[in-house]
């Protein structure tokens, strides 16, 4: 059994690793261990605040679990969208699409980190995009087949869900957020995702099918 470390940022991927994704991980001889993203280290209290805020903390985070000899693997679910400033890869961004973006980034990440077990993987542009992907799910969900023909539309547009664009207006979040004010990420996206499947959130995200088949690979 694989052991592999997940630094996720908040209680949503969370859930996403432990309910959707580690049932197939299993199936592949996989174990996913989610660790939530410190943004804070006060003395004497708890470290469970999730969240992103400077790279030198997430590289912190990185570099504790890579001191655990018998993780396998050590990756990221952190959103691109949110990803801090003065992460590597961003100050110098490359020219193109989404997806050669996000690769420049999470190349230059693992080039900092600079260790064989460590999978670099940023979200486009955040989870909600797999709720985007997930549009007729959301809809059923709610008993409102407006909501998907609102957010598929838009999806369409795109050009698929990971190519919704990362303003702050008009991030995957914040249309669904305004298609549907009463949407409650932590529970309403994850149930949606899990309502579509994950053969099916592959194959219409193929930035997260290249990530989740690379931690498949074998050794």
Same mark, same amino acid.
């Given at each position: 059994?694989?052991?592999?470390?997940?630094?996720?940022?908040?209680?949503?991927?969370?859930?996403?690793?432990?309910?959707?994704?580690?049932?197939?991980?299993?199936?592949?001889?996989?174990?996913?261990?989610?660790?939530?993203?410190?943004?804070?280290?006060?003395? *004497?209290? !708890?470290? %469970?605040?999730? #969240? =992103? &805020?400077?790279?030198?903390?997430?590289? /912190?985070?990185? $570099?504790?679990?890579?001191?655990?000899?018998?993780?396998?693997?050590?990756?990221?679910?952190?959103?691109?969208? *949110?990803? !801090?400033? %003065?992460?590597? #890869? =961003? &100050?110098?961004?490359?020219?193109?699409? /989404?997806?050669? $973006?996000?690769?420049?980034?999470?190349?230059?990440?693992?080039?900092?980190?600079?260790?064989?077990?460590?999978?670099?993987?940023?979200?486009?542009?955040?989870?909600?995009?797999?709720?985007?992907?997930?549009?007729?799910?959301?809809?059923?969900?709610?008993?409102?087949?407006?909501?998907?023909?609102?957010?598929?539309?838009?999806?369409?547009?795109?050009?698929?869900?990971?190519?919704?664009?990362?303003?702050?207006?008009?991030?995957?979040?914040?249309?669904?957020?305004?298609?549907?004010?009463?949407?409650?990420?932590?529970?309403?996206?994850?149930?949606?995702?899990?309502?579509?499947?994950?053969?099916?959130?592959?194959?219409?995200?193929?930035?997260?099918?290249?990530?989740?088949?690379?931690?498949?690979?074998?050794?």
């Amino acid at each position: 059994m694989k052991l592999v470390h997940v630094l996720v940022e908040g209680q949503t991927e969370e859930q996403l690793v432990v309910s959707f994704f580690q049932p197939e991980a299993l199936s592949n001889g996989i174990w996913l261990n989610p660790v939530m993203l410190k943004t804070r280290r006060p003395v *004497g209290r !708890p470290h %469970d605040r999730g #969240g =992103v &805020s400077r790279w030198a903390m997430i590289h /912190a985070d990185i $570099r504790r679990l890579l001191r655990d000899s018998s993780a396998h693997t050590v990756t990221t679910l952190l959103d691109f969208y *949110g990803i !801090p400033s %003065d992460t590597p #890869g =961003v &100050s110098d961004q490359v020219p193109g699409d /989404a997806y050669a $973006r996000v690769t420049h980034v999470e190349q230059a990440m693992g080039k900092e980190v600079n260790d064989s077990r460590f999978l670099p993987f940023l979200s486009l542009h955040e989870t909600e995009a797999w709720v985007l992907a997930a549009a007729d799910e959301l809809a059923a969900l709610y008993g409102r087949p407006e909501l998907a023909e609102n957010l598929n539309a838009q999806v369409r547009d795109a050009g698929g869900p990971e190519l919704v664009n990362d303003s702050p207006h008009t991030a995957p979040s914040k249309r669904i957020q305004t298609a549907y004010p009463a949407y409650r990420k932590v529970t309403d996206g994850p149930h949606a995702i899990s309502m579509l499947g994950l053969d099916a959130l592959r194959n219409a995200c193929p930035h997260l099918d290249a990530w989740l088949s690379l931690l498949e690979a074998p050794v």
